[in-house]
Structures are given as C-alpha cells and as structure tokens.
C-alpha cells in the first residue's frame, strides 16, 4: 500500500513551568488498585522528598491511615468494594471523631475531571488529577494543597 508523507508542524504537548513543592519528611499514601498506576505516584513523590507508603485499595488505605500520620494522600477514585469518595468521608469523620490532623486528599482519576469535581468536593477532597498525569499538573495540585 502506497503511503504519501506529510509534513506536520511540530505539536509537542505545551508543559508549564511549575515551581517543584518541597515535600521534605512530609508521609504521603498512595492509594490505588494497579500496581502500576502506585508505582508511578510513588517515584514522583519520592523525588519530591516524600516518603511514601501504598494502599492496594480503601480498606488498606484505613488500615494504613489510622496506623500513621499523613500529610497527603493520593486517591484513586474507582476501586473495587470501597471506592475514594467513601474513603475520604470516612477519613474526614475519623479526623472529627479521633482528633487525627487534617489530610490532604488529592484524587486520582480518569474520569472526565469536571464530572467527578462536585462529588470530590462533597467528600471534602483537595484537589485532583486526572490519570494518566503528567508531572506539572501533578506539581501545580500538591503546590496548591500543601501550602
């Protein structure tokens, strides 16, 4: 089959400029079902200086909570048995109830972003991402839950 060639102007993805959060000893929970997608959450937050623990799905990610102080978790939304927005009202009612400190709770997500935003929000999240991201939208979520 004959193929013609066509010039295409260079369409690169535009990438922000955005100032890295230092998150020095700050603990952070990873909390999704595909290894994969924690893997990838994980060396990002690990090069922001996190130190970084994973939750396979909404029990783990209790259990782990409960047991350690977290300055941040990463919230994959779509989960077998107990999904994110359970889990992050549960944590927000243990934060009321235990006197735990505040959590940032950044969703993970691929789902349409604005779909799932009023749901987030009713849930007390702090932000989100949508999945796959890349590291500058990564970067401008925690720059600004952390503050």
Known sequence: MPLELVDLPDQQPEIKEVEPVDLSGKRCLVVDDHLVNRVIARKH??????????????KDCLTNYQQNQYDLILMDLQM????????????RQLEQSSGFKKVAIVALTASVIGEVWERCQSTRMNGYVGKPFRPDELMEQLNQVMD
């Open 80 to 91: 077998q048995e107990v999904d994110g927005f359970q889990v992050a009202q549960q944590i």
């Open 45 to 58: 937050l690990e090069n922001l200086g996190c130190v970084v623990d994973e939750a396979v799905d909404g």
